[in-house]
């Protein structure tokens, strides 16, 4: 999953928001391809691209919050407290959109999503502090970090010619066998010709 993010939320943050939000509507994680981040003026706004499993979540300044529950497409959206509810919220509405991709349409379409975000925003609150340690928790591990283009080249030419010094070694072993061999053959055809023609 390819992230841009260009909020002030941590990008560790989002990912691990957005496993959680995956795995409470049975979406893969890694089914999804890009996910875009930004800010926007209003409290929060979304939208899905269910044809190349990418969705964009924009999210609005803390002065937007909290939302008051209104209707959106004769579905009741619920109550919004923060900016985090908000960004819990439109993540699992859009990502409902790419679970349904060509499942439902219509009204049915925001139907479902609505509830998802209504539901993901429940539970989010239940586990809120439990939630918000796990994913603002520093990672210990390490970047990986990738080697270059020309270290990568080096590791390649450096294991093709150690194949090839030991590809040598084993030619020179059989060459030295084939030798020895040869040398007693011609040691017996020299001895046969030296003992003339047999009466």
Partial sequence: ??????TDF?????????SWICKRI????????DIRVTTCKRAYRGRAFPWTRSVLLR???????????FRYCGNLVNAIDDRIEGLVAITAHELWHIVQ????????LEAGAVWAGNKAVIAF?????TLLAQWSEV?????????????????????????????????ETKIKKLKKRLYYYERVQAAMKASGPCE
């Avoid at 999953?1 to 260009?6: A, E, T």
């Fill in 1 to 6: 999953m390819r992230l841009k993010n260009s």
């Fill in 10 to 18: 941590a990008d560790t943050f989002i990912r691990r928001m957005v």
């Fill in 26 to 33: 049975e979406l893969s994680p890694r089914s999804i391809k």
């Fill in 59 to 69: 999210i609005g300044p803390a002065s937007s919050f909290p939302v008051n529950e």
């Fill in 101 to 108: 991709a060509g499942k439902v349409h219509g009204r049915a």
């Fill in 125 to 129: 609150r239940e586990q809120r502090e």
């Fill in 139 to 171: 990672s210990t591990r390490e970047p990986v970090q990738k080697p270059s283009i020309q270290e990568q080249r080096a590791a390649k030419l450096s294991a093709s010619l150690l194949r090839w010094q030991r590809k040598k070694k084993l030619a």
